[in-house]
């Protein structure tokens, strides 16, 4: 065993010196810059990637999220959140992990990448392990001594590893990464992780086939329950609900990956492109979407209702009830009235004192 780890370093450094010169024509097949971390409390223990179809799990107990940066971030990244495991009560985090299921690929090789930082009593190593077999054994590709790194943000931080050439690394669901760290000497102590991305070499055909972001109205309609279906015809969606559409118009789309192509449907007619920003709506309209790969057989529908907002005609007292005072001419009441109907006035509102 101790010989075939040593094997595997030295195929994952020769495959790094060599892609020096090639890594300008990588494509990134998943990434996470951690910008949108918990309110409050640890991060969650599964994260989906923010760009391509891999996830990212981990079993640390102190995780969470500092000031991140935009070393080794996407064109146009902000400096955000990042994930930071802490030493924790009795360092309970040294040997924990963060593994990644990366996406799927025929063949070729990636390279793993993320900036790091930590402090004076953070982890002092990070390994870098894989699995073909789901996580039931692991191999150790790499060990990274991390003793030396400053708690700032530095491009000399920047970690970059190769895979290349794993046994069980092309089109195996099973195969698995994970970064091991060890070290931390206080309850506190922590390294960070950020802009953390797998890039696969020039002629990667890429399977993403989901959605980035869907406007409908200028509306946000992706993070509905029930917006995604296995089968458009008889699976229901996800419904929206509007009060009025006499301005309800316009849908925007953007796929995680600029290879996808988007098709749009309104009530089972197909329309083009430039036919979406200025797309009237009305209640009943049954909108789908439907994205497709680079790899056309991976694809991902989406399914969206409109509806008439329904709501019983008749006054509600806004907030809590407030007695009437004596009302002399240029004051007001303390109380607000709403009338609730989708329409118009149907006769006058009139208040009289009892």
Not at 116 to 140: K, L, P
Not at 175 to 186: C, K, M, T, Y
Request: aromatic letters at 10%.
């Amino acid at each position: 065993m101790k010989q075939l780890n040593l094997t595997l370093k030295i195929v994952a450094v020769l495959a790094f010196n060599l892609s020096v010169a090639t890594c300008i024509h990588s494509q990134a097949i998943a990434y996470w810059n951690f910008n949108n971390p918990p309110s409050e409390g640890d991060w969650s223990s599964s994260l989906s990637a923010d760009l391509g179809t891999a996830l990212l799990t981990h079993n640390f107990d102190n995780v969470v999220s500092f000031g991140g940066t935009m070393i080794n971030g996407l064109e146009g990244e902000q400096a955000g959140g990042s994930f930071c495991p802490q030493g924790g009560s009795g360092s309970i985090n040294n040997g924990r992990w963060l593994a990644i299921s990366p996406p799927l690929i025929p063949s070729g090789s990636y390279t793993l990448s993320y900036a790091g930082r930590r402090t004076g009593t953070g982890f002092t190593s990070q390994r870098i392990d894989y699995s073909s077999n789901g996580g039931q054994d692991w191999t150790t590709l790499k060990t990274i001594d991390i003793s030396a790194w400053e708690n700032a943000w530095k491009s000399g931080q920047l970690v970059e590893v190769v895979v290349s050439d794993l046994p069980g690394m092309h089109n195996n669901p099973d195969f698995l990464l994970r970064i091991v760290v060890d070290g931390a000497s206080s309850t506190s102590g922590n390294c960070r992780f950020d802009n953390l991305r797998l890039e696969a070499a020039e002629g990667f055909i890429s399977t993403e086939s989901r959605l980035k972001s869907w406007l409908v109205g200028g509306v946000e309609v992706l993070g509905l329950s029930g917006i995604e279906v296995a089968d458009a015809q008889t699976d229901p969606g996800a419904v929206l609900e509007l009060e009025d559409f006499s301005t309800f118009a316009g849908t925007a789309l953007t796929a995680l990956s600029s290879e996808s192509q988007i098709d749009f449907q309104l009530n089972g007619l197909y329309l083009e492109p430039s036919e979406l920003e200025l797309v009237s709506f009305v209640d009943g309209d049954v909108l789908q979407v439907t994205v497709s790969a680079e790899s056309p057989q991976y694809k991902t529908v989406y399914k969206l209702v409109l509806r008439q907002a329904s709501f019983v005609e008749g006054i509600q007292i806004s907030r809590e009830l407030y007695p009437f005072r004596e009302v002399e001419a240029g004051k007001v009441s303390d109380v607000q009235f709403y009338y609730l109907s989708v329409g118009g006035l149907t006769e006058d509102i009139v208040l009289q004192a009892s």
